[in-house]
């Protein structure tokens, strides 16, 4: 395998041992220290995102992953 070539890799389905719980929160320390943290209720996020590469912005609104990130660097890096 040679560094920064993606061909090596690929996604693998497993199945969870567990439910997710119903309150799930991520939180993360940002490259400039700062820390930030979102939380949702399962319920709060539509099926129809599953496998689309769609994530619901802070406004709960449907966006593309890369639309996310942009906006997570444009305020926070």
């Given at each position: 395998m040679i560094l920064g070539d993606s061909a090596g890799f690929r996604s693998i389905e497993t199945p969870l041992r567990k439910k997710f719980p119903d309150n799930i929160?991520?939180?993360?320390r940002l490259s400039n220290g700062a820390p930030f943290a979102t939380s949702f209720v399962q319920g709060e996020v539509p099926k129809e995102l599953a496998r689309t590469g769609r994530v619901l912005d802070y406004d709960r609104e449907s966006v593309s992953a890369d639309e996310f990130v942009d906006q997570i660097q444009g305020e926070y890096c």
């Open positions: 929160e991520v939180g993360v």
